[in-house]
């Protein structure tokens, strides 16, 4: 195997060499604890205040309103447990979508064994939550609406604006997992109404293990891990100094050359979508065609069995998946292709790539071609196909 093609950055992104770079000295040589009084722990201190300040400033947010986790599920079980624990006087009904991701979905199962209700808004067939069935389910004694902000699997964006502001109105704690948009986008926290955010640093090239939860001032919630007096007292631990540093560093780079590279992205993705849908038959694009992610691409095609065609696909060095890598090896469709109204036998034929600045042009090619063969041979195989084959030539 002589090629290697990377397009499932949904799943994880490349640390880039500056990322790296920052880290290194924080490992070895600022290895101080960020709680000691000595010059040692003040350097490593300070650098944890310089990435809260850039996290921050992309955002419009305040430095003290970022608080650093150890990725995007642990935001995310933070911001509905804590958030549910601490409001729970006011009422026990939470609302969300039925695509989250289960960082969310199983969140929510967990309160739901506590005694807490939750409403789960079906989407449309791109994958938007529809306002008017939101509106419909909140009630006197709903605590937090929790709506990610893009899709992991189908790319879809979600009405995040319009949704802050329903929340805002009816005094209820909005929270969005912006894991997949936050990077690829602008987000202001205080145009959009967001009470809480969700974002993780190995989604926008940096490290593993880090992600940070962005609360609004005013907003009471919990601690979450107990034990020190870190994060301002509401989230314990020795920092992750390395990783903290890294995660600052990635998002600097990230919202430096947003557009541009933004750009970039978007007319692999379009070309994508367009050779495939002109090229293979019995193919269908799933989320929403204009509101969506600049890197998602994913198709669902008849006849087929999404796993196989990414073992043939990896076999010619091209990484893809078929949804949200937290589910690998669950021989379920995915719960977001059942909730566009995608039949089971379709759902299981979908594939997501998901595209970063380093792909080029001709990597998109290279793709389509073994894309195409995949799904030939594997129709082929197919005794599905083979009758739906001989029904068209009767017609």
């Known amino acids: 195997m002589d090629q290697f093609i990377y397009l499932d950055n949904a799943a994880t992104t490349r640390t880039s060499p500056e990322v790296v770079k920052a880290m290194l000295p924080y490992f070895s040589e600022n290895y101080g604890n960020a709680s000691s009084i000595y010059r040692l722990g003040s350097e490593s201190k300070r650098a944890i205040m310089q990435s809260r ?30 958030a549910a624990e601490s409001t729970g006087a006011k009422g026990g009904h939470i609302i969300t979508s039925k695509i989250e991701h289960h960082a969310v979905l199983h969140t929510c199962e967990y309160l739901e064994k506590r005694g807490y209700e939750i409403s789960y808004i079906d989407v449309d067939e791109n994958g938007i939550l529809k306002l008017e069935d939101l509106r419909k389910n909140i009630r006197p004694d709903t605590i937090l609406i929790s709506v990610m902000f893009a899709n992991n699997e189908i790319g879809s964006l979600q009405p995040i604006k319009e949704i802050g502001e329903i929340a805002k109105e009816k005094g209820i704690l909005f929270h969005t997992d912006a894991v997949q948009a936050y990077g690829h986008m602008s987000i202001d926290v205080k145009e959009l109404h967001i009470d809480m955010l969700s974002a993780s640093g190995h989604k926008l090239n940096g490290p593993k293990g880090i992600g940070f939860l962005y609360i609004k001032k005013g907003v009471k919630i919990r601690s979450f891990i107990h034990g020190g007096a870190q994060e301002r007292r509401r989230r314990a631990g020795t920092e992750n100094v390395p990783g903290i540093v890294g995660l ?6 990230a919202f430096s050359g947003l557009a541009e590279r933004e750009k970039k992205i ?11 849908e002109k090229e293979i038959p019995y193919c269908q694009l799933n989320g929403d065609r204009e509101k969506r992610l600049s890197n998602n691409v994913n198709f669902s095609f008849r006849f087929i069995e999404g796993e196989s065609l990414l073992i043939m696909l990896d076999m010619k060095g091209i990484c893809a998946s078929s949804g949200s890598a937290c589910t690998s090896g669950s ?65």
């Open 53 to 82: 300040e850039i996290i921050a400033e992309s955002l419009n947010a305040d430095p003290a309103e970022i608080y650093f986790t150890a990725g995007g599920t642990e935001a995310d079980n933070w911001a509905l447990i804590a």
């Open 331 to 395: 021989l379920d469709p995915s719960h977001v292709l059942l909730a566009i109204g995608l039949p089971h036998e379709i759902a299981h034929g979908s594939l997501r790539l998901t595209l970063s600045e380093d792909n080029t042009m001709e990597e998109m090619d290279v793709a389509v071609a073994a894309i195409e063969e995949a799904v030939s041979k594997l129709r082929q195989m197919s005794p599905l196909y083979e009758d739906f084959i001989k029904k068209e030539k009767l017609r």
């Open 266 to 276: 978007r007319g692999l993705r379009d070309y994508l979508i367009s050779r495939i």
């Open 248 to 253: 600052g560093e990635a998002v600097r780079l």
